[in-house]
């Protein structure tokens, strides 16, 4: 963690980043609190990482559904090609497998 993180002076992403690293921390459920509040804030609700990281946390406590429709919103939020096949194929449902 960095200095600006330990002191809470951090920016739009600094925020997002700090509430992944709580939620790796102290496990996803600890997450969607600080993410909740910084929702709340409209540079974050305008930024790609937000519900990226809801979508994350969302996710990892087996909220499928929640998760796609988050990581959708990320992938028509972000100005990057990369990120944005990413996200995408994460807004996926998963493939079916056998006949």
């Known amino acids: 963690m960095t200095a600006a993180h330990a002191t809470g002076a951090v920016g739009t ?5 700090r509430v ?3 939620s790796m921390a102290w496990g996803p459920e600890a997450g969607p609190a600080p993410v909740d509040a910084l ?14 990281v809801r979508g994350d946390l969302s996710a990892r406590t087996g909220r499928t559904d929640e998760a796609r429709a988050e990581f ?6 972000t100005r990057n090609a990369r990120e944005r096949a990413m996200l995408t194929d994460r807004a996926e449902p998963p493939a079916r497998e056998g006949p």
């Open 39 to 52: 929702a709340g804030d409209p540079a974050p609700r305008s930024h790609h990482l937000l519900p990226s």
């Open 20 to 22: 992944e690293s709580v």
């Open 72 to 77: 959708a919103r990320a992938a028509g939020l």
């Open 13 to 17: 992403v600094g925020a997002v980043f």
